[in-house]
C-alpha cells in the first residue's frame, strides 16, 4: 500500500509538517492532495530548507515536476542534510523580491500546487500570493503555512507581523468579498473572483481556485458574452 503524506513526514524525519516534529500539516495535505497524487502536476514550494519536504513530494507525487525556491542554493541545502533530490529544481529566488518572483512564475508556471513555507514574514505571504496567485492552474491550490505567525504573542518574537493587515486579516478579508460576489457589483479585485473555498487551519490556509462562472458557461455553450 502506497504511503500517505504523513507516512512519508514520518519516514522523512527532517520535514517539520507532521505532529511529532512541530505541525500537523501532514494530516491536512493527506486530505487535499489526494486527488492530485497520481496526476502530472506542476509543484511550487517556496522554502526549500533542508529538503525534507521537497523529499515527501518526491515520493508522493511519482508523475509531477517540482520546483523549489530558497535563499540558499540546492548545493548548500545538501550539505546541510542527508537528503538527495533527485527529481526537484531548486533555484535562488528571494521570496521578498517581486521582480523576481514574478519573473520565475513566468517562466516556469503556472502551477497546480504553490506551497508557501518561506520566510514565515506576513508582508511576504501577502505578497506571495498576490504574484503567483495567476499563475495557478484552475482546479489547483494555493497553501500557505505557519500562519500562526500572524498572531501576536504565539512566538517569542513578533517580528514576522511585519504589516498590517497580517496574513490571516488579509485572508478574512477575501473570504467576506468572496461570498458577497454579485457579478460587477462586488468590490473583490476581479483575479480574486476564481476563489472557490478558504480553509482556515490555526497554522495553515488553504485557496482553491476554480473557473469563473462566465468563462464556465463559455466553455460549455460557446456563448459570446
Given at each position: 500500500m502506497a504511503m500517505d503524506v504523513t507516512d512519508l513526514c514520518w519516514q522523512i524525519k527532517i520535514t517539520d509538517k507532521h505532529r511529532r516534529r512541530r505541525h500537523t500539516h501532514a494530516s491536512m495535505y493527506d486530505r487535499i492532495f489526494e486527488p492530485y497524487k497520481d496526476q502530472p502536476i506542476k509543484l511550487l514550494e517556496i522554502g526549500v530548507n533542508h529538503g525534507g519536504s521537497a523529499a515527501?513530494?518526491?515520493?508522493?507525487?511519482?508523475?509531477?515536476?517540482?520546483?523549489?525556491?530558497?535563499?540558499?542554493?540546492?548545493?548548500?541545502?545538501?550539505?546541510?542534510?542527508?537528503?538527495?533530490?533527485?527529481?526537484?529544481?531548486?533555484?535562488?529566488?528571494?521570496?521578498?523580491?517581486?521582480?523576481?518572483?514574478?519573473?520565475?512564475?513566468?517562466?516556469?508556471?503556472?502551477?497546480?500546487?504553490i506551497i508557501d513555507d518561506g520566510s514565515h514574514y506576513v508582508s511576504h505571504q501577502i505578497l506571495g500570493f498576490e504574484l503567483l496567485w495567476n499563475h495557478l492552474n484552475i482546479g489547483g491550490t494555493y497553501v500557505i503555512?505557519?500562519?500562526?505567525?500572524?498572531?501576536?504573542?504565539?512566538?517569542?518574537?513578533d517580528k514576522y507581523i511585519d504589516s498590517s493587515p497580517t496574513c490571516m486579516?488579509?485572508?478574512?478579508?477575501?473570504?467576506?468579498?468572496?461570498?458577497?460576489?454579485?457579478?460587477?457589483?462586488?468590490?473583490?479585485?476581479?483575479?480574486?473572483?476564481e476563489i472557490q473555498a478558504i480553509t482556515f487551519k490555526y497554522d495553515m490556509i488553504v485557496v482553491n481556485k476554480e473557473i469563473p462562472y462566465k468563462k464556465y458557461r463559455r466553455a460549455l455553450t460557446n456563448e459570446t458574452y
Open positions: 515527501v513530494w518526491e515520493a508522493y507525487f511519482p508523475n509531477a515536476t517540482l520546483f523549489g525556491i530558497d535563499i540558499h542554493t540546492k548545493e548548500e541545502m545538501q550539505l546541510r542534510s542527508e537528503v538527495e533530490l533527485t527529481r526537484t529544481q531548486v533555484d535562488v529566488v528571494d521570496q521578498s523580491d517581486a521582480v523576481a518572483l514574478k519573473a520565475y512564475a513566468e517562466e516556469f508556471g503556472p502551477f497546480d500546487i503555512e505557519d500562519t500562526c505567525t500572524s498572531i501576536p504573542g504565539r512566538w517569542k518574537t486579516e488579509y485572508f478574512h478579508t477575501l473570504v467576506d468579498t468572496a461570498v458577497m460576489y454579485r457579478g460587477k457589483m462586488s468590490l473583490q479585485p476581479k483575479k480574486h473572483r
